[in-house]
């Protein structure tokens, strides 16, 4: 098997559980009514026969990284969706398009088409946004055992879908939210002594995991004093250390201090790190980059629905 099939088959696989179909229609439900759709396109249905037909097709206005059709054609091939319109896939998710390329099609009744278009289009360019911003910090890493993370700097409403575009982006999803992972940071860890840290941090990593199936605990830290009490806990019980905005020099000696102690636990940089920074902190010898602007800055593409009158 290829890697872009596998790359593919891991992407539908993320989508099916990021992205279930009953999730996405319901949230195109959600979306229709939001556009004023269950009280009536007034435009459409002013000037538009309700037996036109139309046939329109999905054009990338600007470079970017696809994302989001695969759940779309999903959700509108479902009741109570089905029937409205039928949505096809030109380009594979992630893949890179040139401006001008046309990237999907809808078929369907005028009215129907033109009704969706725009949530369609909001959709399909905010993921496009995200996914492309992603790959920007992906490249930037290239060729150094890093890898890009996301955060839960979402837009309330969108993480599933926002997390599924940063996969299509090249990215690794962090945790989806507050169920799935533990990550003590400073705010839960303020106030406790420093002579208390290593006692108060173990027995909270026990309650944790804790008849609990957790994809990873997390402890930020802001010191390499933090850190050697971090790295003193009995093994397993952390997975990953954030190591929050410090120096490149701190960081690069964390990572020496963790490799001379045999610890298998990994490493993640954190706090407000862009584009230019990117690479020099993967330099430090991390493995994790975490990067709140792949969602938080990320812009809504341009995609246009350029449509044909059926005969």
């Not at 891991?10 to 759709?37: H, N, S």
């Not at 036109?52 to 009741?79: H, K, N, Q």
């Not at 410090?246 to 201090?257: G, N, T, Y």
């Not at 629905?305 to 005969?311: E, H, K, T």
């Amino acid at each position: 098997m290829s890697n872009r099939e596998d790359r593919l088959l891991e992407l539908g696989a993320l989508a099916e559980r990021l992205l279930p179909t009953p999730f996405v229609v319901e949230a195109i439900q959600g979306w229709f009514m939001e556009d004023g759709l269950g009280q009536g396109d007034v435009t459409s249905t002013s000037i538009v026969e309700p037996t036109d037909r139309v046939t329109a097709s999905l054009v990338a206005r600007e470079a970017m990284i696809v994302s989001g059709i695969e759940p779309l054609i999903r959700a509108f091939a479902t009741p109570p969706l089905a029937g409205r319109l039928v949505m096809e896939q030109f380009v594979d998710e992630g893949m890179s398009v040139k401006p001008g390329t046309v990237i999907g099609r809808i078929q369907g009744g005028r009215r129907s088409v033109l009704a969706a278009e725009r949530t369609i289009l909001n959709v399909l360019g905010r993921l496009a946004g995200v996914a492309s911003m992603t790959r920007r910090f992906v490249l930037a890493v290239e060729g150094t055992p890093a890898v890009i993370c996301d955060t839960r700097k979402t837009t309330p409403g969108l993480r599933a879908w926002e997390k599924y575009a940063v996969a299509c982006g090249g990215g690794t999803l962090h945790r989806l939210g507050l169920h799935d992972a533990a990550l003590f940071k400073d705010n839960h860890l303020v106030g406790i002594p420093e002579a208390e840290l290593h006692g108060r941090l173990e027995a909270a990593c026990r309650e944790a995991r804790a008849g609990r199936e957790l994809d990873f605990v997390e402890v930020e830290v802001d010191t390499l004093a933090q850190f050697d009490i971090v790295l003193a806990l009995e093994a397993g019980l952390v997975d990953i250390v954030l190591l929050d905005n410090m120096r490149d020099e701190d960081m690069r000696e964390a990572v020496v201090r963790r490799d001379l102690a045999g610890s298998g636990i990994q490493l993640e940089a954190s706090g407000g790190i862009n584009l230019d920074d990117a690479c020099r902190v993967a330099g430090t010898g991390v493995e994790r980059i975490a990067v709140g602007s792949v969602t938080r800055t990320a812009q809504i593409l341009d995609i246009g629905l350029d449509i044909q009158v059926d005969a």
